[in-house]
């Protein structure tokens, strides 16, 4: 049932669980500003312990314009029903999947409910509920104030990083230099993508000048670069596709040849001789690949 309340009465815990957008929040502001709040807040608890869920752009908009009262929709009493009752409505609300898996961390670390009782209580699958929990699992502290706070778009994170890391094997380490490297920098979603994919699949030039904060001149050199393989020959195409497999299984040696789990002896023989064998050919791969990149950079 909607009502009006203080302002002051809203607990504003849940703030740092939804995503912060600088543009949109600035239309918004100028829009309450000349027609007040049209929407109500929407939250949990009862007059002693107003909990805010959702509206926290509207209600960072009403403290700047100095509004004390603001509409108000108690969702439940209980707080994490209330919780679950934001998930519930979150396809019409705009609610994103990386908020969806902060907040079913949250039923499940602080309101101990397990995957199923929350996949019940939301009418949705178990493997829904598993896709957040692994997503939340995987989203560094760090990782997580840059998008949370506008620094970093979530776009990025979800369709661009997510894919180097599932697919290319690369480190939440290297990932998190990444986003420190371009966040805060009003990139587009496009120009993160070019950079993206220069940093984990390009040369280490690339990769310091980036982590330097040389972006403009990164971006400049990836110009340069043709968007698809629509001007290249068969031939080209299949010798890409192998720099591309070669790359890859380098990183991925070097990540695994760490590995304690290695203990047996038919392994560590054949381990050695085929470690050996390549070794023996690096002299000639190393002056291979640095003539080839040489004369692929003068044209």
Not at 70 to 95: F, H
Not at 173 to 178: G, I, L, N
């Amino acid at each position: 049932m909607e009502k009006t309340v203080e302002i002051a009465s809203l607990d504003c815990r849940y703030e740092d669980f939804r995503i912060k957008n600088k543009h949109s929040e600035a239309q918004l502001l100028a829009s309450i500003s000349q027609r007040g709040i049209q929407e109500p807040l929407e939250g949990t608890g009862d007059k002693e312990k107003r909990i805010l869920l959702n509206g926290f752009k509207r209600y960072r908009c009403a403290i700047k314009l100095g509004i004390t009262q603001v509409p108000y929709t108690c969702l439940d009493a209980d707080e994490a029903i209330g919780i679950i009752e934001l998930l519930r409505i979150s396809n019409t609300k705009t609610l994103t999947i990386l908020e969806q898996a902060l907040l079913i961390d949250e039923l499940k670390n602080v309101f101990k409910l397990n995957t199923s009782e929350i996949a019940t209580k939301l009418t949705r699958s178990k493997s829904w509920v598993s896709v957040r929990t692994s997503l939340c699992n995987e989203l560094s502290d760090s990782i997580r104030q840059k998008i949370f706070s506008d620094q970093f778009p979530a776009y990025s994170y979800m369709y661009t990083l997510r894919q180097f890391m599932r697919i290319n094997g690369v480190s939440k380490e290297e990932v998190e230099r990444f986003v420190d490297a371009v966040s805060g920098k009003e990139l587009s979603v496009r120009n993160i993508e070019r950079l993206a994919y220069s940093y984990f699949k390009g040369s280490d030039e690339f990769k310091e000048q980036i982590n330097n904060n040389n972006l403009s001149w990164v971006l400049e050199r990836l110009k340069e670069v043709p968007k698809d393989l629509d001007d290249c020959n068969q031939c080209e195409r299949r010798m890409l596709n192998d720099l591309e497999i070669l790359q890859k299984y380098m990183q991925k040696v070097m990540r695994e040849t760490h590995d304690k789990r290695y203990t047996s002896p038919a392994f560590f023989a054949q381990a050695n001789l085929l470690s050996g064998g390549i070794l023996s050919k690096q002299s000639l791969l190393t002056q291979t690949l640095k003539d080839f990149y040489d004369r692929t950079g003068q044209t």
